[in-house]
């Protein structure tokens, strides 16, 4: 892509200011930036590739900084060696917090390039321009790849360096070819998948048949013609054939012998499982006083455990060298701390240990890669020199993988004779929704549990307030009460894994609020949009959800069996403000027939990237409102394929539109999770208006709404 423009080299002088945090994390330029003789300029983050475009983003805010083309950006895979530790790719931060470190970054290799050019022409460095990566004073010209060699980045960042702030951008806020998506598209080797390295053996893992068996006896392995692993209640095979190292794993599964115990809760009672403790009380508001006097309501909603689903099953690769060190690909959404849990887990020098992410099937959220990546590093280090391969199954990922917690809310109101809202209660009983690596300072890896010497590892936590949380995320209405008192209940003992997923505790926090403020709408005899606006003063909350009621023609006729629902929040109470309205149809089934969405994001750095991401979320959590449910017995998990765990199939994937609202001077925030509650709640509440009775316990499936129906007698 060619963009004509000319950035200014320096801007006026500014006072000090500090760093933006994640480039004061990692402070030296060169972690960041190479410039190549060729004038490529490579750009390194800590944000990792998941389908989300991200990479895009910010070549876009690297090319505008720098005063290149597109082109000339390069963004290699994030690397624990080469590469600045930004954390976790999750939250929806990753514009918040890695585009002000692109940004100012390349402000500052862009000013030491134009000092550089204004020392050799004896000019000053206000004088220079840059323009498609060449640098102009009059009559003298250079290029970024022609200093390369004599311009240094391994220094420090300077707090007090100015950057363009934006005032002249040529690829923000416009809609760039993705960077990823050739590769994708023309079936090109991209994935891990498709990585092959010099020697590579293949290795498959025997799971247990259930969380807490242990191996007894492996049976007999003769005539196997791979080598088998075992350490422990680990096992696992490796040889050069991948077809007979699965036969293998399928020969040692039918002759192993495994003591095993129920230990699974009561599948149909969750809420009781969730409700019995112990638990850490997590106080968000906190009500000054009794509630006022008035009529009081509420109720109770409920979800289900949930699996990432991801298409494509986890994968890792891993090599013990042999200089002692050890080198892993992973598709992990934190490579620095999966590094550290490796080390961690295996008593070694966490600097010998180099992670390299390759990308695989998003998930959003902590899928099996970390672990895929740890059964690699184990089989791998019985073949030094070889790398290893472990690829899940459909079944292991569906079963083994970190799910989302299930969760169970009460809501309650005092409402006055109008039916406006005087007091507002708010408890929900959730898992934690983190164990990724290096959670609560121990590996988190699932293979350590087994080993001969097993790690012990602790339920999931929540993250901190700062972060967002987790129980109790997006768990505040964005609505005007006086009277609130918002309490999370995180459970501390229990034996199914869970974690992070796609909006965490957000999405079932937003769909219990959202359906009770249509319950109360409703009880008023009011409209729930109207109900809602009279609630809300935050402006531009008001503006997203009249431009969505706009957009999808609210209060107009509906045919019997149809309906229009209302979903909205604002992520986190701080991100990304979301309306969605859904049009249902229930007849001889619930179909999502189409979601209009109006989004503000602040600054938009790429539109078609913002509507993929909400369109995505969207259809994501149609899925899970629609059909998602983990299934187990007292002993092993049971949905272990797409028969026993259905996603929604292309030919089910409901219309989606998004409009982008845009608030001049606000500043970018995510828009990869902020749909998911907004999502299941207009679902609901339009699946109300279709067929007259109240669903509040997810999945959202015909059966559901038959129930529904039989309890209310009609």
Same mark, same amino acid.
């Given at each position: ?7 200014? +080299? ?15 994390? %990692? ?7 190479? @410039? ?111 200093? =390369? ?6 220094? /420090? ?50 799971? /247990? ?40 794993? !399928? ?115 902590? %899928? ?8 690699? @590093? ?120 869970? +974690? ?8 079932? %926090? ?102 993929? !991401? ?39 994937? /409901? ?10 001077? =606000? ?10 509650? /907004? ?36």
């Amino acid at each position: 892509m060619t963009v004509e423009r000319a950035l200014p +080299s320096t801007l006026p002088a500014a006072p000090p200011r500090a760093l933006p945090p994640d480039l004061a994390a %990692n402070p030296v330029l060169s972690r960041w930036v190479t @410039v190549h003789p060729d004038g490529t300029v490579d750009v390194r983050v800590g944000k990792v590739e998941l389908g989300q475009g991200i990479l895009t983003a910010l070549a876009q805010v690297a090319a505008d900084e720098l005063g290149v083309d597109l082109a000339q950006v390069r963004m290699p895979p994030a690397n624990t060696a080469r590469g600045p530790d930004e954390g976790f790719t999750a939250g929806s931060m990753s514009i918040v917090r890695s585009a002000p470190a692109v940004r100012a970054a390349c402000a500052q290799v862009r000013a030491a390039f134009v000092r550089e050019a204004a020392r050799r022409w004896g000019v000053e460095p206000g004088q220079v321009t840059v323009r498609h990566g060449r640098l102009v004073c009059a009559e003298h010209v250079t290029t970024y790849g022609e200093l =390369a060699g004599v311009v240094g980045l391994d220094v /420090p960042a300077d707090p007090g360096a100015p950057v363009t702030g934006g005032d002249r951008p040529a690829l923000v806020g416009t809609s760039a070819p993705r960077l990823d998506l050739p590769d994708k598209i023309a079936g090109r080797p991209r994935y891990i998948h498709d990585l092959a390295l010099p020697g590579m053996l293949y290795g498959r893992v025997l799971r /247990p048949p259930s969380p807490g068996a242990r191996l007894l006896t492996l049976g007999d392995s003769a005539g196997i013609a791979v080598q088998v692993v075992r350490d422990g209640s680990f096992a696992g095979v490796v040889g050069a054939d991948e077809a007979e190292v699965m036969r293998a794993v !399928q020969v040692l599964r039918d002759a192993a012998s495994w003591e095993e115990h129920d230990s699974l809760p009561d599948e149909d009672d969750l809420p009781a499982f969730l409700r019995s403790g112990p638990h850490e009380t997590i106080e968000v508001l906190t009500a000054d006083g009794p509630a006022p006097e008035g009529r009081t309501v509420g109720a109770t909603y409920n979800r289900p455990f949930l699996a990432h689903g991801s298409i494509a099953p986890s994968c890792g690769v891993a090599r013990w060298n042999d200089d002692d060190t050890l080198s892993v690909w992973s598709h992990s959404q934190g490579i620095h701390q999966l590094r550290a849990a490796i080390a961690k887990a295996l008593d070694l020098d966490v600097e010998r240990v180099e992670v390299e992410h390759a990308e695989n099937a998003g998930c959003y959220g902590h %899928n099996g890669a970390d672990d895929a990546a740890f059964d690699a @590093v184990l089989l791998a280090r019985q073949v030094p020199g070889r790398p290893v391969q472990v690829q899940w199954s459909r079944n292991d990922e569906l079963t083994w993988s970190p799910l989302a917690s299930a969760m169970s809310a009460d809501v309650s109101a005092v409402v006055d004779d109008s039916g406006a809202v005087l007091s507002w209660r708010y408890d929900v009983w959730s898992q934690g929704h983190t164990s990724r690596p290096g959670y609560q300072g121990v590996p988190g890896l699932l293979a350590g549990a087994y080993l001969e010497r097993p790690l012990h590892y602790p339920a999931a936590s929540d993250p901190p307030a700062a972060s967002g949380w987790g129980t109790v995320r997006s768990a505040v209405p964005i609505y005007d009460f006086a009277d609130r008192r918002v309490t999370g209940h995180r459970l501390l003992e229990t034996p199914i894994r869970s +974690s992070a997923m796609r909006a965490l505790g957000a999405y079932m %926090n937003v769909f219990a609020i959202e359906s009770f403020m249509d319950e109360l709408a409703l009880a008023a005899g009011a409209d729930p949009l109207e109900y809602r606006l009279r609630h809300l003063r935050d402006p531009r909350g008001r503006v997203v959800l009249e431009r969505a009621a706009a957009a999808a023609g609210w209060g107009r006729p509906m045919a019997e069996g149809t309906g229009l629902g209302i979903g909205f929040a604002r992520y986190k109470d701080k991100g990304a403000y979301c309306a969605i309205i859904a049009e249902v149809e229930a007849e001889t089934d619930i179909r999502v027939r189409r979601l209009t969405i109006a989004v503000d994001v602040g600054l938009v750095v790429t539109p078609d990237g913002v509507r993929n !991401q909400i369109e995505g979320g969207a259809t994501q959590s149609a899925s899970w409102t629609l059909k998602e449910r983990v299934r187990f017995d007292r002993r092993r998990i049971t949905s272990g394929d797409w028969e026993s765990y259905p996603i929604l199939r292309f030919s089910e994937a /409901p219309e989606v539109t998004v409009e982008i609202v845009e608030t001049p001077g =606000a500043p970018s925030v995510g828009a990869g999770e902020a749909a998911q509650g /907004p999502t299941a709640a207009a679902i609901a509440n339009a699946v109300t208006a279709a067929v007259g009775v109240r669903v509040r316990d997810l999945p959202i499936t015909t059966d559901a709404v038959v129930a529904a129906i039989e309890a209310s007698g009609d």
